[in-house]
T-cell receptor, first 113, second 109 residues
Framework: DAGITQSPRHKVTETGTPVTLRCHQT?????MYWYRQDPGHGLRLIHY???????DKGEVSDGYSVSRSKTEDFLLTLESATSSQTSVYFC????????????FGSGTRLTVV | QKEVEQDPGPLSVPEGAIVSLNCTYS??????FMWYRQYSRKGPELLMY????GNKEDGRFTAQVDKSSKYISLFIRDSQPSDSATYLC?????????FGTGTRLTVIP
């Protein structure tokens, strides 16, 4: 997806280990979001950022932390991975809080074993 | 009760058929209504959006919003195999989009 890159694309990790997912944008958008997508639940917001060092919790934030030290990078950390965190994680960016301009990355498929 | 309800399907139709996809929602404060399309192993991409009630047409796609019934629809005319994807409805909250679970559509040639 143009302007937004997620890494890694796939990861398998063991229960109890910390994991960091990276979202990088080249659009200079103010807002960045982390979602997880699970069957039967759709996309759910984990955390979002409205500027450098400005972040807030979403609907399913327990067990996750985020950091944004530069406009272009938004990191999602699973502090101690659990099997319930097996999911597909999507990063999104937007110029405003309105959903009209959300651009999503291609996702990170995380498996916790 | 979920903010947004969407029938997950799957829905399978022959090429050329008219497709109707629907969502219901509970929060009467929602003003912006969106449809995203998601191909397998890809991120969602914005297909159409509507502000408040009414219809909006874009080529073969028509989005409808009925705020009195808290019901939104997406119609696809002359469906094509390339329309095979998962379609997600979404509604704008204060700082967030609320998504439906998605309806998987397959258009059979």
């Amino acid at each position: 997806d143009a302007g937004i890159t997620q890494s890694p694309r796939h990861k398998v990790t063991e229960t109890g280990t910390p994991v960091t997912l990276r979202c990088h944008q080249t659009e200079n958008h103010r807002y960045m979001y982390w979602y997880r997508q699970d069957p039967g639940h759709g996309l759910r917001l984990i955390h979002y950022s409205y500027g450098v060092k400005d972040t807030d919790k979403g609907e399913v934030s327990d067990g996750y932390s985020v950091s944004r030290s530069k406009t272009e990078d938004f990191l999602l950390t699973l502090e101690s991975a659990t099997s319930s965190q097996t999911s597909v994680y999507f990063c999104a960016i937007s110029e405003s809080t309105r959903g009209l301009g959300y651009t999503f990355g291609s996702g990170t498929r995380l498996t916790v074993v | 009760q979920k903010e947004v309800e969407q029938d997950p399907g799957p829905l399978s139709v022959p090429e050329g058929a008219i497709v109707s996809l629907n969502c219901t929602y509970s929060n009467s404060a929602f003003q912006y209504f969106m449809w995203y399309r998601q191909y397998s192993r890809k991120g969602p991409e914005l297909l159409m959006y509507t502000y408040s009630s009414g219809n909006k047409e874009d080529g073969r796609f028509t989005a409808q919003v009925d705020k009195s019934s808290k019901y939104i629809s997406l119609f696809i005319r002359d469906s094509q195999p390339s329309d095979s994807a998962t379609y997600l409805c979404a509604m704008q909250g204060a700082n967030n989009l609320f998504f439906g679970t998605g309806t998987r559509l397959t258009v059979i040639p």
